[in-house]
């Protein structure tokens, strides 16, 4: 029980920590800067400056950008009626049904598959960690649906449910279309998206299983604890930190799903993601304000769940592990 | 550990055998789909009862996945090395000197890889239709360094702390300035981490559908993972099923290669970069 109470409380004064070092070299330095120091401090932003620039030209811009455009009525297809009309293209997004529908379908893909996968995720990431034959084989295999590309993937996927050409279409009832019937089609598409991101979350997990004392497992071991009483009192602890990292990825990650259900239903019968809906409107509707509001909308989203997750968690989620030793 | 009996390494076994069907089917079953001839196509049979290359031979005899595949590995060189060499320097600056604004920077990346990328697409699809860059390899290959950036400057700075630096610091006793110390001396011992950033960046770029499919609209710099799903056969009334699979098996090759050959390398990235607390 002590590693559970002391991991959290150490991790947390190293962070205060390394938050305080800086401060007092710098002002350490403000004094008197050698020639050495200043070239140092040259030479970091120098070689951060490009990656900086190109980071935040290409986010931060746009998206204030997308926030400017949000407030215009602007359609490509009448480009003569573009009119700033403030906030009415947020009311008409939502009031909309359709944007509802797909934002309850991100929602219930996401929070779907991320529990699978932590379930999953964590059964892997023992497997290759502690199996004793073939390491090498299943680390390998277990990396292939990481890297496939993901539209690959789903073309596999949406032909295996495909009625006549599939090997599974006949699975879920004799006759019936899997691709063509909303619940199973979402049951398809999350079974992707487990599928092909389950590994990720099973590598993030496997360097939190790495931290783990073996012979604090073995000394459990031998005093009696049974294997659940392993996982859960001396393993779960001291992944805790790794965990949230593997959950906060995920979930943001998951919360954009767009190729595999491009690929396996387009979006047919109320199973669009808010990324796919956002997508019609601009490149199919080229409807630029509209496009714009759901950009921002989701935006947001995902800012409101990485806030929730960074206050829920502190100190272990991942904003405060950059301070690197 | 106890010695390893015979039951527990039956255990084991098992288990991976399970990981490894699970993980290899849907690969198998593409490939096997592009092997098959238009008549079986349909049986729904996992192996192919008739094998034919007829679905390999026409996608390369159409410019449109000739054209999507050169784009393809274009567009991912170029990204990965323009990702590769910013971020080394920023990961190095990180992981070595001391400057102010240091923590900035691994917030915004940080930021950046929570990032939605949708959020994007409306911006730059405007942007990029105004300065010329809508439908060109520049298009897309801007984004890319964008989000490849975080992934690199995390995995880089990750390796880095790993490396002796006391070696540096006997160059620079040795009168070489500190630029001199990182090209001669750090940049090849650095080598191995870099390579395997290389890849996992170029995954990436290769892995991308939703910047491609939005921000191009001709051959011109369509990438295979959007061609793939605009492919309509040889013609209009064909199934394009076998050719789709083809090209499917041709793009995930290099993921195969890298995955055998580099396993461990891509195991230590994705698992150093992402927890060191």
């Known amino acids: ?325 | 550990m106890a010695a390893a009996t015979t039951s527990a390494k039956v255990k084991w076994g098992v288990l991976d055998a399970v990981v490894v069907v699970f993980a290899l089917i849907p690969v198998l079953w593409i490939a096997s789909l592009s092997f098959k001839t238009p008549a079986t196509l349909t049986d729904g049979n996992f192996i192919p009862r008739e094998w034919t290359f007829d679905n390999y031979k026409l996608i390369f005899q159409t410019d449109q996945f000739v054209r999507a595949l050169i784009n393809s590995i274009g567009i991912a060189l170029i990204s990965t090395l323009i990702a590769v060499v910013l971020g080394t320097m920023a990961a190095y600056a990180i992981s070595r000197l001391d400057f102010p604004g240091k923590q900035l920077l691994v917030g915004v990346s940080l930021l950046i890889a929570m990032f939605p990328q949708v959020s994007l697409v409306s911006p730059l699809f405007n942007i990029e239709r105004n300065t010329g860059l809508f439908d060109t390899w520049p298009g897309l290959i801007l984004p890319y360094i964008t989000f490849a950036l975080p992934l690199a400057i995390y995995t880089l700075s990750a390796f880095f702390k790993q490396i002796p630096w006391d070696l540096e610091k006997a160059a620079k006793m040795d009168g070489a300035t500190q630029g001199e110390a990182f090209r001669r001396v750090i940049a090849p011992l650095a080598a191995p981490g870099v390579f395997t950033t290389a890849i996992l960046v170029f995954i990436f770029c290769w892995n991308d559908f939703l910047f491609a499919i939005s921000l191009t609209s001709t051959e011109r710099s369509r990438t295979v993972p959007v061609a793939l799903s605009f492919f309509t056969g040889a013609s209009q009334f064909e199934d394009p099923t076998g050719a789709i699979s083809a090209a499917a098996v041709v793009i995930t090759i290099p993921i195969i290669l890298f995955v055998l050959f580099f396993q461990k390398r891509i195991v230590a990235g994705l698992t150093s970069g992402a927890v060191k607390g």
């Not at chain 1, 049951?187 to 092909?196: D, H, N, T, V």
Request: with cysteine; glycine share 8%; hydrophobic share 50%.
């Open chain 1, 1 to 325: 029980m002590s590693i559970s109470s002391t991991t959290p409380a150490t991790s947390a004064a190293a962070d205060a920590e390394e938050r305080a070092i800086p401060k007092q070299r710098g002002r350490r330095r403000r004094v008197e800067l050698s020639e050495g120091k200043k070239q140092e401090r040259k030479l970091g932003w120098l070689l951060c400056a490009p990656a900086a620039i190109v980071m935040v030209a290409v986010t931060a811009y746009p998206i204030l950008y997308s926030f400017w455009l949000s407030l215009q009525r602007y359609d490509l297809k009448f480009p003569d009626e573009r009119e700033f009309v403030w906030f009415s293209n947020y009311v008409t997004v939502l009031t909309n049904g359709y944007w509802w529908t797909a934002f309850g379908v991100t929602m219930l893909i996401t929070l779907v598959s991320v529990v699978v996968e932590l379930v999953l995720g964590m059964g892997l990431a023992i497997i290759m960690h502690r199996t004793l034959v073939g390491r090498g084989l299943v680390r390998t295999s277990a990396l292939i649906p990481y890297g496939i590309v993901t539209v690959v993937a789903a073309f596999s996927w949406r032909y295996a449910w495909t009625p006549g050409t599939g090997y599974l279409a006949n699975l879920v009832s004799p006759e019936g279309a899997p691709l063509t019937e909303r619940a199973s089609a979402l049951g398809i598409i999350i079974l992707a998206e487990i599928w092909k991101t389950t590994p990720f979350m099973a590598l993030l997990l496997m360097a939190g299983l790495a931290l783990v004392p073996d012979d604090l497992l073995k000394a459990a071991s031998m005093d009696g604890a049974t294997w659940w009483q392993r996982f859960t009192k001396v393993m779960l602890p001291v992944m805790k930190p790794a965990i949230l990292v593997a959950l906060l990825f995920r979930t943001l990650d998951a919360l954009r799903v767009f190729d595999n259900i491009y690929v396996l239903t387009n979006g047919a019968n109320e199973t669009s993601s808010v990324s796919m809906i956002a997508y019609n409107n601009l490149i199919k509707g080229l409807n630029l304000g509209i496009g714009s509001t759901m950009s921002v909308l989701i935006f947001l989203t995902v800012a409101i769940i990485a806030f929730i997750f960074v206050k829920l968690f502190g100190t272990a989620a991942p904003g405060s592990d950059e301070g690197r030793r």
